[in-house]
């Protein structure tokens, strides 16, 4: 990472350090500080919204690992959440268990099922790839409307509030502290993840997979592995979603829930965990803008139609997209990459 003018490392600790500079824990203090007391002015709304975003924070993470730093297209996050979201919900209605006890339950679940899938997966590349994991979404779908008794069909599992003592999380603020500190943990383990041994062999098949293989890198092991990880972060944020709606069910894990996780990567920026915050944050608003605004056009311009209007987010959201593979395809995250060099170097122009 370039540091500004005249700052210099002088250890390695500070080389390897993720915030290096003394205004970078300036912004970072001010920024925690205001994002954890920001439930006492902002309205349950914009509550709701911020708890949607960090639960998809999560997935849209796992995501990243497996594809933006190890070049394997994933079109299934989405089954994948459903897995930690079934098992949590059968863990704490069939078995008893609590919400704490049903989250590494949901990860396990989610992992294991990652690695089933990925056996066929990890052989091909390309389309295939792309194929195999939307071969998961399918199946994955199709089990969960048709488990019986214990996934309930298509009435879903219903599931109680979690709680902590006689404190029930019931409302947006109480889950707002729950799911974003949750959230902020694990995109610290998937930042630190990227740094290790495995992360850079993740980075090496990304970029050539014969090379890295001729370095020694176990294709097989470490393919696996971004599966095995993806899905974790999958399975630990559809056991929030579950229990953050109440109810587990095959309709909130969709195969278009996973495409707009792709599309999510695209804006932010593939091989950064900063692009995971600005593309989600960025798509999750957009969504809202637009199906709030929705209403306000049709009815200034009743000529069109209601059902264009209808499907005036997925039509926007996909034309965003478009426009981000050809007029940005790093995503936004180059884009901020631009203007903190521009900082960076200061007063100097080149």
Known sequence: MRLPCGTFNESYASDMAIV?????????????????ASPLFVSEYWLSIANTIAIYLIAVAGLQILTGYCGQINLGQAAFMAVGAYTSGIMMRTFGLSFWASIPCAAIAAALAGVLFSLPAVRVKGFYLAMTTLAAQFIISWLCMHGGDITRGTFGLLISRP????????????WFYLIVPVSLIMLLLARNITRTKAGRAFVAIRDNDLAAEIMGISLFKHKMLAFAICSVYAGVAGCLWAN???????????????VWMLGMLIVGGFGSMMGVIYGTIFIKLLFEGVCTAAPAIADAIPAIGGAVFAALGLITVGLVIMLFLIYEPRGLNHRWEIIKGTYRLFPFSY
Request: aromatic content about 18%; charged content about 15%; overall charge neutral.
């Open 244 to 258: 953050y709606l109440g109810i587990a069910t095959y309709e909130h894990y969709t195969l278009m829930n996973s």
């Open 163 to 174: 709680q902590l003592g006689d404190f029930v999380f019931n409302t947006e603020i109480r």
């Open 20 to 36: 290096r500079t003394r205004l970078q824990w300036g912004l970072l203090i001010a920024f925690a500080i205001l994002l954890f």
